[in-house]
């Protein structure tokens, strides 16, 4: 296990070349040489350095190379699942340090900067990165960080490892993320801590969530739906009510 928890990339490999399954087996030397083939570049030497460990930062397009030879998804190497869908050829995902800088940040603030979280990154068990890599990340004239840049970014925007190569665990966590943003904008989440820590009289509550639901204009047929839910008795909406 790594500092933080993180299976060693060196397992992961040794254990995907002696155990294949239903996979092909193959030598360092047969690896390499399949990796080659597909356009890449590694050697045999190498991969026998991988897993024993003498080295453990391969860059992202050593991790891709090395998932595509093995016939498995490469977000395995980072505690992401293993098996490919029909037809899917993943890889690092250009878009997602841009996307969590964009989205993942406190309700009190804006986005962090580069600067932050480099600072955040540096200080945890993931080595250093710069401020000015981040901005190419981010910029996308870099794409091919090592791993433990990959590990850093995840911890430091409190994301799986797994996000920056799987579409699709990509597309439920952004999701979650621009829900949250949209409910932290309209002050959604400052009205559920608050009424968490004193909740209001039933009545009160629902002309809260009415207000709720009014505020992302669903329209008269769902807002009224709405209504009868929570007060079985109260008139229907008015049909020019649904224009505010």
């Not at 993942?104 to 000015?132: L, Q, T």
């Not at 439920?172 to 993320?177: G, I, M, N, S, T």
């Not at 009014?214 to 839910?229: K, M, N, Q, S, T």
Request: overall charge negative; aromatic content about 6%.
């Amino acid at each position: 296990m790594t500092a933080g928890g993180q299976r060693l990339f060196a397992d992961i490999l040794d254990e995907l070349c002696l155990r294949p399954g239903d996979r092909p087996r193959f030598t360092n030397v047969e690896l390499a040489e399949r990796i080659r083939l597909d356009g890449g570049e590694i050697t045999h030497t190498y991969i026998s350095q991988l897993r024993r460990g003498d080295k453990d930062n391969p860059t992202c397009r050593t991790i891709e190379g090395l998932a595509t030879a093995l016939g498995v998804h490469p977000a395995c190497f980072v505690g992401g699942r293993a098996r490919l869908h029909e037809g899917e050829r993943p890889g690092w995902r250009r878009g997602a340090v841009k996307h969590l800088f964009c989205t993942a940040y406190p309700a009190d603030r804006g986005p962090f900067s580069p600067e932050e979280v480099a600072a955040r990154i540096s200080g945890g068990p993931h080595g250093s990165i710069s401020a000015n890599y981040l901005r190419e990340l981010l910029a996308g004239t870099s794409d091919n960080p090592r791993l433990k840049h990959v590990l850093g970014l995840a911890e430091a925007f409190g994301a799986a490892p797994a996000y920056f190569f799987d579409d699709e665990l990509a597309a439920r966590v952004d999701e979650q993320l621009e829900t949250r943003l949209a409910m932290d904008k309209l002050g959604v989440n400052t009205v559920i801590l608050r009424t968490a820590e004193q909740p209001p009289p039933p009545g009160v509550r629902n002309k809260i969530l009415l207000a709720l639901v009014r505020a992302l204009h669903p329209g008269v047929a769902a807002e009224d739906a709405i209504r009868r839910a929570l007060e079985p008795d109260g008139p229907p909406v008015a049909a020019d009510d649904e224009i505010r």
